[in-house]
């Protein structure tokens, strides 16, 4: 069988880009299906603030009968090289039919073409960037990812390998059961870092919430600044992260920490909206009553921390430990006390002693970013 490449230009066939992974997953229970209302928003070029620093070509594939087969985009994050000082493209998107021919045909199209844009290396999979959904599933195929997290083929590695592709840097999740786990040491360590260093805790204020995100933001830009990957994010970015966080977070899964009036460190959880999302089958109208109508309502029962940073000069006093007593002790309150930490880099020693050491965590899935040089 041979395939054809078509460049997506037509709102037909961004529907098609959009469809393809309905049909290649139906049936597999540990898939969540996207809202194809915030897909589509992803690649509107006039709406999504990535396209202000960032150049995306969407890919499909038909096969001899015009039916879609598989999809790729093409990414040139203009902020990532700058930032970086590199010459690097991206792919993201990618999902196909179980065919080696067409695997190949598909990421051949996107390294030539990376190449004509004057690229040297392209890595994926990256759903823009590091701040969006990123990495391919390599371990962990057996239940089902949370909210932001992605799930894939198998095979998809395999795949990659076989076109030249190597591994450029894990990325680990791990799960936390606040039934299973002794942290009693925690609320001990709590106490004495706040009497100690003086500290004030408060919730998030996601009634305020445009005012919140940039004071996040600030620490995380200061913590992440130098770590694997990094793309630090424009103020319509963050506007929009605003927005979405808006839509599922609770106050109290958002501790943030001050000393003498100034945020030091935060942690952000989110209740697992992904157990809402499976049951809408991509349509928002059932998203919207899956999570905010209480006849309709999704129980949901676990949550996903999605970020914990600490001020570089604040590291070490325990606060990692206050933040982390405030998200299980909050997550139990609100009936979801177990879920995901993800995702930390490999190389996050650190982080990784908290979670394995301290919390006897569950490194249970592993996410994986490839590079080529091309």
Request: net charge positive; charged share 25%.
């Amino acid at each position: 069988m041979s395939f054809t490449i078509e460049e997506v230009t037509s709102r037909k066939q961004l529907s098609e880009f959009i469809d393809l992974p309905f049909r290649l997953y139906r049936g597999n229970p540990n898939w969540v299906p996207p809202v194809k209302y915030f897909q589509k928003a992803l690649f509107n070029k006039k709406k999504h603030p990535f396209h202000e620093h960032g150049d995306v070509t969407l890919l499909i594939a038909r096969n001899d009968q015009r039916k879609v087969a598989g999809r790729i985009a093409i990414i040139v994050n203009h902020t990532h090289n700058e930032y970086h000082n590199e010459k690097t493209g991206f792919f993201g998107f990618l999902e196909c039919e179980e065919n080696a021919g067409l695997f190949k045909l598909l990421v051949t199209e996107a390294e030539e073409r990376l190449r004509k844009a004057g690229m040297d290396t392209i890595r994926g999979p990256m759903n823009f960037s590091t701040n969006e959904e990123c990495g391919l599933l390599v371990k962990g195929f057996n239940s089902r990812p949370p909210i932001m997290m992605p799930y894939n083929s198998r095979w998809y590695a395999d795949a990659l390998d076989s076109n030249g592709y190597l591994k450029a840097k894990d990325l680990l999740a791990y799960y936390i059961d606040s039934g299973k786990i002794d942290y009693s040491r925690f609320p001990r360590i709590a106490d004495q870092v706040v009497k100690r260093y003086c500290i004030k805790i408060r919730d998030f204020s996601v009634k305020n919430i445009h005012r919140e995100v940039p004071v996040i933001m600030d620490i995380y830009n200061e913590c992440w600044h130098d770590n694997w990957g990094f793309v630090p994010m424009s103020k319509s970015e963050l506007d929009m992260m605003a927005n979405e966080l808006k839509m599922i977070m609770l106050p109290e899964l958002g501790p943030i920490v001050e000393i003498e009036g100034k945020p030091v460190a935060f942690a952000i959880a989110l209740p697992d909206a992904n157990q809402a999302f499976v049951r809408a089958n991509g349509n928002l109208i059932r998203a919207v009553f899956a999570l905010k109508i209480p006849l309709f309502r999704t129980k949901i029962n676990q949550i996903r921390v999605l970020l914990l940073g600490v001020r570089k000069e604040f590291r070490g006093r325990g606060i990692e430990a206050l933040l982390i007593h405030r998200i299980i002790e909050a997550s139990i309150e609100k009936n979801m006390g177990r879920g995901e930490l993800s995702w930390v880099l490999e190389d996050n020693h650190s982080m990784r002693r908290i979670l394995e050491k301290e919390l006897n965590a569950d490194q249970y899935r592993t996410y994986r970013i490839f590079q080529k040089t091309i």
